[in-house]
């Protein structure tokens, strides 16, 4: 009998149950023993673990967050009685203790990062693409973006009411982290006039004249979709000049520009944008919102495929891999191709394309 660990890790996304459903289903199928650890890595250091039945594996395929609890340690950065500590080692005792012969990880850029570290550190792991940014490299898509999308659109929808009535700019703050998918799918999906990405430095000034020239031609009213890791030309080229930071160490300005709480961004965005256009602005920050519930049935299957998947390596004796959607596919990617990579929206992408041919403003 095969003994696999499970846990999920960074932000909860929709699908997380449906996914550690489907490894656990799967595995039962096979006849392997399923431990679940809770609260990501923290779980397994500490040795917190539940054994994964029918029973509790019952009933969750619908339900959002995660039934496991998650947590954004790192098993070398822990904190422990006070002190940040590497309890890689501790975390290794516990992996051996529990005579597990694989670990899944559930998680989001940082987990792929986490899960390689494990890896060269003699654990056999195996990783799902979870997260609503859609960002991990080497996959098509990760599960809980598309309910995300599917949330961010709705709103979108349901602001263009009061943009319309009231004669209103509304700026609508998307998350995303550093990539656009998520602002760009929903901007698009949800007919924002201006949609602002990470991926395309934009100027106040271009999309206040966009707002101008729609209300010149009878439309006082704006919605802008802004990705909260949106930069303006200006911010970016502070990023590109910025002194490289040292190993292992965040840069500075990185540190200054990145990591200015988006809401202040949003706010000061709005605020230039009345200025300018002698509209009012009001700003929605979605937030968390866009996290929480139960899971598209998009993401109700491909959470399901991935994780019925991942069985499938481990039976077969496959690890060190992450589990990538392609097409109609489920394929294993080496960590290394995945780990300290984040997948971005490439400027001419064919959504960022037809989003312009339809008069989407990027205020580049
Ligand atoms: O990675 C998912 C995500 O929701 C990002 O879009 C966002 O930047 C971040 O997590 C927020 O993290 P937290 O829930 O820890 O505030």
Not at 113 to 129: D, H, I
């Given at each position: 009998?095969?003994?696999?660990?499970?846990l999920t890790s960074g932000g909860d996304s929709p699908g997380l149950n449906a996914a550690i459903?489907?490894?656990?289903?799967?595995?039962?199928?096979?006849?392997?023993?399923?431990?679940?650890?809770?609260d990501g890595?923290?779980?397994?250091?500490?040795?917190?673990?539940?054994?994964?039945?029918?029973?509790?594996?019952?009933?969750?395929?619908?339900v959002g967050g995660t039934i496991l609890g998650t947590s954004r340690?790192?098993?070398?950065?822990?904190?422990?009685?006070?002190?940040?500590?590497?309890?890689?080692?501790?975390?290794?005792?516990?992996?051996?203790?529990?005579?597990?012969?694989?670990?899944?990880?559930l998680g989001g850029?940082?987990t792929?990062?986490?899960?390689?570290?494990?890896?060269?550190?003699?654990?056999?792991?195996?990783?799902?693409?979870k997260t609503i940014d859609?960002?991990?490299?080497?996959?098509?898509?990760?599960f809980g973006?598309?309910t995300a999308?599917?949330?961010?659109?709705?709103?979108?929808?349901?602001?263009?009411?009061?943009?319309?009535?009231?004669?209103?700019?509304?700026?609508?703050?998307?998350m995303?982290?550093?990539?656009?998918?998520?602002?760009?799918?929903?901007?698009?999906?949800?007919?924002?006039?201006?949609?602002?990405?990470?991926?395309?430095?934009?100027?106040?000034?271009?999309?206040?004249?966009?707002?101008?020239?729609?209300?010149?031609?009878?439309?006082?009213?704006?919605?802008?979709?802004?990705?909260?890791?949106?930069?303006?030309?200006?911010?970016?080229?502070?990023?590109?000049?910025?002194?490289?930071?040292?190993?292992?160490?965040?840069?500075?300005?990185?540190?200054?520009?990145?990591?200015?709480?988006?809401?202040?961004?949003?706010?000061?965005?709005?605020?230039?944008?009345?200025?300018?256009?002698?509209?009012?602005?009001?700003?929605?920050?979605?937030g968390h919102l866009q996290r929480g519930g139960t899971p598209?049935?998009?993401d109700?299957?491909?959470a399901?495929?991935?994780?019925?998947?991942?069985?499938?390596?481990?039976?077969?004796?496959?690890?060190?891999?992450?589990?990538?959607?392609?097409?109609?596919?489920?394929?294993?990617?080496?960590?290394?191709?995945?780990?300290?990579?984040?997948?971005?929206?490439?400027?001419?992408?064919?959504?960022?394309?037809?989003?312009?041919?339809?008069?989407?403003?990027?205020?580049?």
């Open positions: 009998t095969k003994h696999i660990g499970i459903r489907g490894v656990g289903k799967a595995a039962l199928d096979r006849k392997m023993h399923v431990l679940g650890f809770r890595f923290r779980g397994l250091m500490e040795n917190r673990a539940v054994e994964l039945d029918s029973a509790n594996l019952s009933g969750i395929l619908t340690e790192k098993p070398h950065k822990m904190t422990v009685a006070g002190k940040v500590r590497d309890m890689t080692d501790a975390i290794v005792a516990n992996y051996r203790a529990n005579q597990l012969d694989c670990l899944v990880c850029g940082g792929q990062k986490n899960a390689l570290r494990l890896k060269q550190a003699g654990l056999n792991v195996v990783t799902l693409p859609n960002d991990v490299a080497e996959t098509d898509i990760t973006f598309d999308l599917g949330i961010a659109t709705d709103a979108i929808d349901r602001l263009h009411s009061t943009a319309h009535s009231h004669h209103r700019i509304i700026v609508v703050e998307i995303g982290h550093r990539a656009g998918w998520l602002a760009l799918g929903a901007g698009i999906a949800g007919g924002a006039d201006v949609v602002l990405v990470p991926e395309i430095p934009y100027r106040v000034e271009s999309v206040a004249d966009a707002i101008k020239k729609r209300k010149r031609g009878g439309k006082p009213f704006s919605i802008v979709a802004v990705a909260e890791g949106a930069l303006t030309v200006a911010e970016h080229e502070a990023l590109l000049a910025a002194p490289p930071a040292a190993k292992g160490k965040k840069s500075k300005a990185g540190i200054e520009v990145r990591e200015m709480v988006y809401a202040d961004r949003t706010i000061q965005l709005a605020q230039q944008l009345e200025a300018l256009t002698d509209l009012e602005a009001r700003i929605t920050i979605l598209s049935a998009a109700r299957i491909l399901t495929r991935l994780g019925t998947a991942a069985v499938d390596l481990i039976q077969a004796g496959q690890h060190g891999v992450m589990v990538a959607a392609r097409g109609e596919a489920t394929v294993p990617v080496a960590l290394e191709e995945v780990a300290g990579r984040i997948k971005t929206v490439p400027v001419d992408h064919p959504w960022v394309t037809s989003a312009r041919q339809v008069g989407t403003n990027f205020g580049d």
